[in-house]
């Protein structure tokens, strides 16, 4: 009977599970490593309203995992249903589940891991005399003893998989097990600063995050590398809401592992919402990059279904196509702030820190200044400082230029945020001055943003612009790309292109987009064919067009060492300020910074 193989005709009675093994199937799907009960049991101490939470770890959490909350605590007489299987105080009907506004909800997770661990709860209420604790699994009686102890409860899974030797032969190393049960509580960190958290391993403390706002949670957690580039957002349509952080495409990474998204305040990973953020982030990053973000996502209730994972990590919204349109405008509307315009305009406020109100349910306001900032590294060290110093000196010994009748310095404020140029630097950079200081521009990246923009408008409207040339430029083709001349003109058209076929094995370009008219002309047609060739014409005029739009830009802006003059370097200022998405480069490099009148002081150490 217990050498049942699969295939083998065996006729075996129906029977019904013992209460223990039962627990001990769900516990595979909830308990899955121990990271999973530190998620329990995190979840369970913020549905009981705790302020502040310890994690206490031993090895991996293999060995412990013990969770400490202030809480509501259990009262004695509800302890024993505490770590019974289906019991739970979140819900109590269909139409609770249906609006479930807890994290936890479906009274298994105590009984599940009850039944593949040692566990004991102590717990206290406010109005106890003292606390009670609970021992045992599934396998032993369980004994309520009056314990010590604050209000509050404390949940210690001792041994896990201690009776499923099968299972633990599937941890990783304490190291591995350490690390996901840390990103547990980060991300549980990340969705609640107003509680405070103490995370220990082996006895040592790992991490400590006091009550705060989402924006100073956020750095602590992520990093000045996300700190210092992001956006803040926050967007409702209806009864949605997205709100939170959108990293600068200078904040993205080789790894998605700086993607939050929470729904309703539970961390989620789901492929809808990161589509629609990988497709809001498409324009302004490069392919291989990964955007960072933190956002939180909030619908009504009735309208996403949590119970669809036994860990409740993914999540079924009823209108997803609604959903995705919304979390992909949400994110290219901020994403297309990252323009000039955005900055001298707003007196720079940072997310609104409302100390100690959850960010699930807190408004941010308004958005930074700009999309990136003076490199703090230089200004870090003293040798760092006199790189800098050593760099700009030279630099402006050498290219101040004679004080001309534009430069002005009574800037009139937020009308020309990128002020007025100086010089070229060394043919590549614009600097220009501003009312807060030094402006610098990335000539090529800048330029090619721009035409990018114009090109991408010009498709939508439908109205390309053409130039027609005065003498058409031909160029020997293959067989394939004569074929694409005959047979894709439509596309070509639409394109902006008019490429003649002079004979099987000449092509001539007649007449080109306006935009590109200043551009190497046969690279551009070759760039057009390579991708008809590759993607087909309908594809390069649908998914493909933003890429090839984008190459088209790149092969045309202003390269290295053309020498601007002053005023095409103030026009090409002023076609920054009013194009969208213009903080960054197609390829997510940022196309200007500001050295601020406080970064020149600091570089020439005045004041100090
Ligand atoms: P669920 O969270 O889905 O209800 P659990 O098995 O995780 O199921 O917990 C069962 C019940 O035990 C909860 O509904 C709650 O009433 C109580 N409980 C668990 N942990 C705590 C805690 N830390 N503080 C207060 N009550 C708790
Ligand atoms: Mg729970």
Redesign the pocket.
């Known amino acids: 009977m217990n050498n049942l193989t699969i295939g083998q005709k065996q006729t075996r009675l129906i029977q019904a599970l013992p209460e223990q093994l039962i627990s001990q199937i769900a516990a595979g799907e909830v308990v899955e490593r121990p990271s999973a009960v530190v998620k329990?049991l995190l979840?369970?101490?913020l549905?009981?309203g705790a302020a502040n939470i310890t994690v206490r770890l031993e090895q991996g959490g293999i060995k412990r995992v013990a969770v400490t909350?202030d809480?509501?605590?259990?009262a004695p007489e509800q302890m024993v249903l505490?770590v019974a299987r289906h019991?739970?105080?979140?819900i109590a009907s269909l139409s609770d589940l249906e609006n479930v506004t807890t994290l936890?909800?479906?009274?298994?997770?105590?009984?599940s891991i009850a039944s593949v661990a040692y566990l004991t709860l102590s717990?206290r209420t406010v109005d106890a005399p003292h606390a009670w604790a609970i021992t045992g699994n599934g396998d032993q009686d369980i004994v309520i003893t009056p314990a010590s102890g604050v209000p509050g409860?404390t949940?210690d899974v001792q041994d896990l998989y201690f009776n499923t030797p099968a299972r633990r032969k599937f941890l990783k190393s304490e190291q591995t097990e350490f690390g996901h049960c840390a990103e547990v509580v980060r991300r549980t960190a990340l969705s609640r600063p107003d509680v405070s958290f103490v995370l220990t391993h082996n006895g040592k403390t790992i991490d400590q995050w006091q009550a705060t706002d989402i924006a100073r949670r956020s750095a602590h957690i992520l990093g000045a590398d996300f700190a210092d580039a992001r956006l803040p957002l926050d967007e409702s349509a209806g009864s949605l809401r997205l709100h939170g952080f959108a990293g600068l495409p200078t904040a993205s990474r080789t790894r998605g592992d700086a993607q939050y998204f929470f729904v309703n305040g539970r961390f989620v990973r789901d492929r809808l919402l990161t589509h629609a953020a990988r497709a809001a982030y498409q324009d302004v990053l490069h392919g291989d990059r990964y955007p960072s973000y933190l956002l939180a996502l909030e619908i009504d209730p009735t309208q996403v279904d949590v119970n669809v994972h036994p860990s409740k990590i993914e999540v079924r919204f009823r209108d997803s196509r609604a959903i995705h349109q919304f979390v992909f405008h949400a994110l290219s509307r901020a994403m297309a702030q990252t323009s000039a315009t955005a900055f001298g305009s707003t007196p720079a406020p940072q997310a609104a820190p409302s100390a100690t109100l959850p960010w699930i349910g807190e408004r941010q306001q308004g958005t930074p200044r700009y999309g990136t900032g003076f490199p703090q590294e230089l200004l870090a060290s003293p040798a760092g400082v006199a790189q800098t110093l050593a760099d700009y000196g030279a630099l402006f010994q050498t290219a101040l230029p004679k004080p001309a009748g534009i430069v002005s310095n009574a800037v009139p404020d937020g009308e020309f945020p990128l002020g007025f140029a100086l010089a070229q630097l060394h043919g590549i950079f614009i600097l220009a001055q501003n009312a807060l200081g030094l402006v610098m521009v990335d000539t090529h990246a800048a330029h090619e943003r721009i035409l990018y923009e114009q090109l991408k408008d010009a498709m939508q409207e439908d109205e390309m612009p053409v130039q027609a040339l005065l003498i058409p430029l031909t160029f020997r083709a293959d067989g394939v790309d004569v074929g694409i001349a005959e047979e894709h003109g439509e596309t070509l058209s639409k394109l902006g292109f008019d490429i003649a076929v002079i004979s099987p094995v000449t092509l001539a370009v007649r007449a080109v987009p306006a935009l590109l008219k200043n551009a190497d002309i046969e690279k551009l047609a070759r760039d057009v064919f390579r991708e008809v060739r590759e993607f087909g014409g309908a594809r390069v005029l649908t998914e493909r067009r933003n890429e090839l739009l984008g190459t088209l830009a790149c092969h045309t802006a202003v390269r290295a060492n053309r020498a601007l003059t002053v005023p095409e370097m103030n026009a090409l200022l002023r076609q920054m300020e009013v194009t969208q998405r213009s903080d960054q480069c197609n390829h997510g490099r940022p196309t200007w910074v500001q050295l601020g009148h406080a970064d020149l002081d600091r570089l020439f150490l005045r004041g100090q």
């Not at 809480?71 to 259990?74: D, E, F, N, Q, Y």
């Not at 936890?104 to 009984?111: C, I, M, S, Y």
């Open positions: 329990e979840e369970n101490a549905d009981a909350d809480g509501c605590g259990i505490a019991a739970t105080s979140k936890g909800f479906r009274g298994e997770a105590l009984a717990t409860t949940v």
